[in-house]
C-alpha cells in the first residue's frame, strides 16, 4: 500500500477485519493473521488459498488482510484480477518486494499462459524474499484449468481454506452490521424480515440495504418492517 505500483488499485476502506462477521471454526482470520504476520513458515509455505462460491467474503478478507498488514507496518498489495488480466504482465514486476501480494479472483488468469507463468515466478520471488501470497478462486485449485501445473501446485503448497455460504442466522448479523456502519438503527426483526422475504443470496440482500439506506434518507423514515414492507412490494 506504500509502494508506488503501475496500476490504480484502491483497497476498500470498508472492509476490514473488524467489521468480518466470521462463521467458520477454527477462524479463517486468525490463520490471516498469522501468514500476514510471518508466523510459522512451516504450517503454511508463505501461501495461503481462499476458495468459495459468490458472496463467501473471499475479497472482504483479502482486503482486510491488506488493510491488517499496513497496521502492522507491512507492505501489502491487492490485485483483482478480474480487473488487471488485460493489462501486460509486466505490472507484476517488483511486486516481489512486497511483504503481502493479495490476489483476488485467480482463475480469471487460467488459461492465459504468460499471465500464469508472470504470477507463477512472482510466487517464486516472494518465497525466497520471505514474502507472503495470499489468493482466492470461486473453486478449488483441482476445479480450475491451469495450463501450468506448477503453478496450481504452488498454490496447494500452504493453507487451503474453503469458505462456504453463510446461514441466516449469519447473513441477519451481516445485514444489522452493514446497517450500523452506515449509521443506521435496524432491529434483528427487519433483517430477518429482509431474509424471508427477498433474495436469500447476501450480494442481493446488501443490494437490497442500499435501496432502503437510500429510501430511507429520501423519505425521513425509520427503517421498520412495515417501511421495509412497503418498499419491497
Not at 5 to 14: G, Q
Not at 54 to 79: D, R
Amino acid at each position: 500500500m506504500s509502494k508506488q505500483i503501475p496500476l490504480p488499485l484502491r483497497i476498500s476502506e470498508t472492509k476490514r477485519f473488524d467489521n468480518y462477521v466470521e462463521y467458520t471454526t477454527p477462524t479463517v482470520v486468525g490463520a490471516l493473521k498469522s501468514i500476514v504476520e510471518h508466523e510459522d513458515d512451516k504450517a503454511h509455505g508463505g501461501v495461503m488459498f481462499l476458495w468459495g462460491g459468490e458472496a463467501t467474503g473471499k475479497t472482504h478478507l483479502l482486503n482486510a488482510a491488506c488493510h491488517y498488514g499496513h497496521a502492522a507496518g507491512k507492505s501489502v498489495i491487492y490485485l483483482p484480477m478480474a480487473e488487471i488480466k488485460n493489462e501486460r504482465v509486466s505490472v507484476l514486476e517488483q511486486l516481489e518486494t512486497f511483504d503481502v501480494v493479495c490476489l483476488d479472483d485467480i482463475q480469471e488468469i487460467a488459461g492465459n499462459r504468460s499471465w500464469e507463468e508472470g504470477v507463477f515466478h512472482l510466487f517464486n520471488q516472494l518465497r525466497a524474499r520471505k514474502g507472503r501470497m495470499i489468493a482466492s478462486a470461486n473453486k478449488n485449485i483441482s476445479l480450475i484449468h491451469f495450463s501450468l501445473l506448477d503453478f496450481a501446485t504452488r498454490l496447494a503448497w500452504g493453507l487451503v481454506w474453503h469458505l462456504v455460504e453463510a446461514d441466516d442466522e449469519t447473513k441477519q448479523k451481516i445485514l444489522v452490521t452493514r446497517a450500523q456502519e452506515r449509521g443506521l438503527s435496524m432491529a434483528e426483526d427487519v433483517a430477518e424480515y429482509m431474509i424471508r422475504h427477498c433474495s436469500r443470496g447476501l450480494n442481493d440482500l446488501l443490494d437490497t440495504l442500499d435501496k432502503i439506506d437510500t429510501a430511507s434518507l429520501a423519505e425521513h423514515k425509520k427503517i421498520t418492517v412495515p417501511f421495509v414492507k412497503r418498499l419491497l412490494a
